[in-house]
């Protein structure tokens, strides 16, 4: 696609329910994001896809959140059990080859806002 | 701690008028240093990416200033226009984990007619 595709564009759930947030990246884009931005604040990172291998996963808060990428393309960040605290914006990114690799150049989507109530 | 701070958190100026924008960090040592613009509601874009050994970078409008011997960056906005309105996000990356971006917490500006 042309551009770095999420969804749901929002999404609210009941605490404790699972939920699943969909990052469709740029087509041929090795490297993918995750991050979580809280309201009034710049994203924190999650964590780091190259192709099918998740390369780093210290910034997911707890066991609770769970991401992957099987084929190397689309991923899906998941969240079990949810709570009030996880309410926030997902933002996915991808780039070319790393972040600093490249044209270095993130390509953000519009992110998932998820509410929890 | 934050790694990397923005001032102001937040400034209205006119339509047409300047603007500069600060950054400081404490990220050592930092592999690049990034302007992110961030409409309300969408995913931040870039604006601008300065290497350690840059100390200015221009896109359109916007000029990014590095000094990173006082570990300080500035973004300045000439002639601004409404739709610059926006949040700007300063980001910086590590040295010996590149893939790792640590966002400031961004400066949120409203441009007025």
């Known amino acids: 696609g042309a551009g770095v595709s999420q969804s749901p564009r929002y999404k609210v759930a009941k605490r404790g329910q699972d939920v699943a947030l969909r990052c469709d990246p740029i087509s041929g884009h090795v490297s993918l994001f995750w991050y979580q931005q809280a309201l009034g604040q710049g994203p924190e990172f999650l964590t780091y896809?190259?192709?099918?291998?998740?390369?780093?996963k210290s910034g997911l808060p707890s066991d609770r959140f769970f991401a992957e990428r099987p084929e190397g393309s689309v991923s899906t960040l998941k969240i079990q059990r949810t709570q009030q605290e996880d309410s926030a914006v997902y933002l996915c990114?991808?780039?070319?080859?790393?972040?600093?690799?490249?044209?270095?150049?993130?390509?953000f989507g519009s992110g998932t806002q998820l509410s929890v109530l | 701690k934050n790694q990397v701070e923005q001032s102001p958190q937040s400034l209205i100026i006119l339509e047409g008028k300047n603007c500069t924008l600060q950054c400081n960090y404490t990220v050592s040592p930092f592999s690049n240093l990034r302007w992110y613009k961030q409409d309300t509601g969408r995913g931040p874009v870039s604006l601008t990416i300065m290497t350690f050994s840059e100390n200015t970078k221009s896109n359109g409008r916007y000029t990014a200033t590095l000094d990173a011997d006082t570990k300080q960056s500035s973004l300045h906005i000439t002639a601004s226009q409404l739709s610059d309105s926006a949040s700007y996000i300063c980001v910086v990356s590590l040295m010996y984990n590149t893939d790792k971006l640590i966002f400031g917490t961004g400066t949120r500006l409203q441009v007025f007619p």
């Open positions: 896809f190259q192709n099918e291998a998740q390369l780093d």
């Open positions: 990114a991808s780039t070319i080859k790393g972040a600093d690799r490249g044209s270095g150049k993130l390509f």
